[in-house]
């Protein structure tokens, strides 16, 4: 059986608040650790009114103190965002809160716009290179080998299981190199799914933390009791990332009936293709759906994304989800 687990960006509904975002992100950390999902990961994004995660190591301890077997974590951190000794700190301090619990994946993404990023940083410039640099750094810090030159209190000793992100062919090749495991990012960008997934396997090395690749894949999960249903729950999903990539970002939406088809066909391609690796149904389609992609992929893990308006709505459709995978 292909393992499953949960990606959550915290979304903030329309009408509703920050804290309410945050209590529904506990309780379905709960809801997916009691439905057999491996991992729960929350992602960092900034300056955006639906998504509540911006401070995500403190996401992960909330999600942490709400359950006690699944694996929490990013996906992910943007690494260009930060000092590779902050992150060590702060992932040091979450080993020692949550041993063996805690994943670091790594994305050199802003997780945000140009402005944003400037007022993270202070300033943009860099090259190609610091992203892998900085993923040394970190490792160094947490193996406690002396290169930094300092050493990371907490992070020295730790042990996260760190994780290259990506949705090109670079993460794929420094994943290799490293002979760490590989997340790609096809639920909203599988343009290079298949290339990168080649890359991945050709050119693996194997490492002390794995010696095969190991990859999971993002994939949307909108499931309902009936096809109808999923459909109209999805749709508001649609309608944020077409508010997105129209430069109208803001919080989730509710459902609208018949929203794909309203679309204009140049937006309706456009939206078909960015979620091209997602299943929406009922249970049956989402097996069918789930099953083609599974085949045509072949991961060791999916990283289910299913945001919806209604939270009630979203666990039943996390929990229809768990029930096909298992059924594989």
């Known amino acids: 059986m292909t393992r499953y687990s949960l990606l959550d960006l915290v979304p903030v ?153 990506g949705s090109s062919t670079f993460g794929a090749h420094l994943a290799a190199a490293l002979g760490l495991p590989y997340a790609f990012a096809s639920h909203f960008a599988p343009g290079l799914l298949d290339e990168a997934i080649r890359e991945y396997r050709t050119r693996f090395r194997p490492s002390a933390v794995f010696d095969r690749p190991y990859l999971m894949l993002g994939f949307n999960i909108f499931a309902g009791e009936t096809d109808a249903e999923a459909e109209y729950l999805a749709s508001s999903q649609q309608q944020a990332f077409v508010a997105l990539r129209t430069g109208n970002p803001g919080r989730m939406p509710p459902p609208v009936e018949g929203y794909l088809d309203s679309l204009p066909p140049q937006q309706r391609a456009i939206l078909n293709q960015v979620l091209s690796a997602s299943a929406i149904g009922g249970p049956d389609r989402v097996r069918d759906q789930v099953q083609a992609f599974l085949a045509r992929t072949q991961p060791d893990e999916l990283i289910i994304g299913s945001a919806m308006f209604d939270h009630d709505a979203r666990k039943r459709s996390v929990a229809i989800a768990a029930e096909v995978m298992q059924g594989l």
């Open 13 to 165: 509904v329309q009408g509703g608040t920050i804290a309410g975002a945050l209590a529904n992100a506990a309780d379905l950390a709960r809801h997916a650790e009691a439905l057999g999902y491996n991992r729960y990961w929350v992602a960092e994004h900034h300056g955006m009114e639906g998504v509540g995660s911006a401070a995500t190591a403190v996401v992960i301890a909330h999600a942490g103190h709400a359950t006690s077997k699944i694996r929490i974590g990013a996906g992910g951190i943007m690494l260009p965002n930060h000092a590779p000794l902050i992150i060590a700190e702060q992932f040091g301090t979450l080993d020692a809160l949550f041993p063996g619990r805690v994943d670091l994946g790594l994305g050199r993404a802003p997780g945000s716009d140009g402005r944003v990023a400037r007022a993270i940083r202070r300033n943009l410039d860099s090259d190609e290179g610091a992203f892998p640099r900085d993923v040394l750094e970190l490792q160094s810090y947490f193996a406690d080998d002396g290169q930094a030159g300092i050493r990371a209190v907490p992070g020295a000793g730790a042990r996260p299981e760190m994780w290259i992100l």
